[in-house]
């Protein structure tokens, strides 16, 4: 994938990070499903950085789960949240210490996940769901994940 870049630009060249939200899968019935919208957002920042990707959920909305996802990896979790903790059990190894909710109390709905010390592996496209029992209103979408080094956005 990166096989014509020569190694110096591993360690001098900002990294551009492509988000876009997409709708995760649903596979919990009888419970209310909101998805950020798509959209897209460009993130520069140096290797080592850290990031948000940002959704927001009404303020009202009861959170009983969710899930950031990359659908490219095996596990596909960066970030699984159910009955008020995370489950880092469930992360994709590379994402072990690196990922936690911006706001852990999820003020104002607020679901933005940070990921620490950005790597040229975060490249992907990662998606969002969040499972409620009370649903009204939209879901805000700031930011998805499509996450791409700048020289890779032909």
């Known amino acids: 994938f990166f096989s014509s870049v020569r190694e110096e630009q591993f360690n001098s060249s900002p990294l551009t990070l492509i988000v876009e939200v997409t709708p995760g899968p649903s596979n ?29 959920a009404p303020s009202s909305t009861k959170i009983l789960a969710l899930q950031w996802t990359r659908p490219d990896l ?52 990662y998606e969002f769901g969040l499972w409620s029992c009370c649903c009204q209103g939209p879901v805000q979408h700031n930011q998805p994940r499509d996450l791409r080094p700048d020289w890779d956005q032909d």
């Open 28 to 56: 919990l019935s009888g419970l209310c499903l909101f998805l950020c919208s798509l959209g897209q957002r460009t993130i520069t920042a140096e290797p080592g950085d850290t990031v948000t990707l940002t959704c927001r």
């Open 74 to 125: 095996d596990p596909e979790y960066l970030f699984v949240y159910e009955n008020g903790q995370s489950l880092p059990e469930n992360q994709h190894p590379s994402f072990k210490e690196r990922v936690e909710l911006k706001d852990s109390h999820m003020k104002d709905g607020d679901v933005s996940v940070t990921l620490k010390d950005v790597t040229f592996t975060d490249t992907g496209t």
